[in-house]
């Protein structure tokens, strides 16, 4: 069963996408306007006789094979792919391309208009509104802005799931650091009290 390039060219279609089919490879070529990826194009590929669904942005950022800040670019790719759902990061270190990528084996299933949109919805808006600013603020410092962000994430969802556990937690934390700044009084030694 799997899926056909027909069929997903009848998803795009029913949403009046401009796509090019590529039959010989396989594929459609599309793509969007994004914020931070100026050319942000869309590749959706059928494996194995379309058993197996890609949908990946190509070369989503460039300059890396031999930017000083290589290692926290990678660790911050690996990063988003932790804290996201599907999102996966590819890097050819022969050429240096960094590719994101939703992909997964349909094998005997039908692959679904509804879940056909949340892969390529989910690719551009996990892409170009989260993972691009971050990558281009690490490009440029050398340090994931996202440590930070993911704090204030859990932070808001800790507030709406237990209203009023923040300034608990809060009162918690300062009567903590206030036993921490006097150092309890010495107790008399137990040696000393039996003479």
Request: proline share 5%; net charge negative.
């Given at each position: 069963?799997g899926?056909?390039?027909?069929?997903?060219?009848?998803?795009?279609?029913?949403?009046?996408?401009?796509?090019?089919?590529?039959?010989e490879?396989?594929?459609?070529?599309?793509?969007?306007?994004?914020?931070?990826?100026?050319d942000?194009?869309?590749?959706?590929?059928?494996?194995?006789?379309?058993?197996?669904?890609?949908?990946?942005?190509?070369?989503?950022?460039?300059?890396?094979?031999?930017?000083?800040?290589?290692?926290a670019?990678?660790?911050?790719?690996?990063?988003?792919?932790?804290?996201?759902?599907?999102?996966?990061w590819?890097?050819?270190?022969?050429?240096?391309?960094?590719?994101?990528?939703?992909?997964f084996?349909?094998?005997?299933a039908?692959?679904?208009?509804?879940?056909?949109y949340?892969?390529?919805h989910?690719?551009?808006?996990?892409?170009?509104?989260?993972?691009?600013?971050?990558?281009?603020?690490?490009?440029?410092?050398?340090?994931?802005?996202?440590?930070?962000?993911?704090?204030?994430r859990?932070?808001?969802?800790?507030?709406?799931?237990?209203p009023?556990?923040?300034?608990?937690?809060?009162?918690?934390?300062?009567a903590?650091?206030?036993?921490?700044?006097?150092?309890?009084?010495?107790?008399?030694?137990?040696?000393?009290?039996k003479?």
């Amino acid at each position: 069963m799997g899926a056909t390039l027909e069929q997903i060219a009848g998803f795009l279609d029913n949403k009046d996408w401009k796509y090019r089919l590529d039959p010989e490879e396989s594929r459609i070529l599309t793509g969007v306007y994004g914020e931070n990826i100026e050319d942000f194009l869309i590749v959706i590929q059928l494996d194995e006789d379309g058993e197996f669904f890609e949908i990946f942005a190509p070369r989503v950022l460039a300059g890396v094979k031999d930017h000083p800040h290589k290692t926290a670019i990678l660790q911050t790719m690996l990063c988003i792919s932790w804290e996201t759902k599907m999102l996966q990061w590819e890097y050819d270190p022969s050429d240096g391309e960094i590719r994101a990528i939703i992909e997964f084996p349909l094998e005997d299933a039908i692959l679904t208009e509804r879940q056909f949109y949340r892969c390529l919805h989910s690719l551009v808006q996990l892409v170009d509104e989260l993972a691009m600013p971050r990558l281009q603020a690490v490009m440029e410092t050398g340090e994931d802005p996202g440590d930070l962000e993911e704090g204030e994430r859990l932070l808001l969802a800790l507030q709406e799931e237990a209203p009023g556990l923040l300034t608990v937690l809060e009162r918690a934390m300062e009567a903590r650091k206030r036993r921490g700044r006097h150092l309890p009084e010495k107790e008399p030694d137990k040696e000393k009290e039996k003479e």
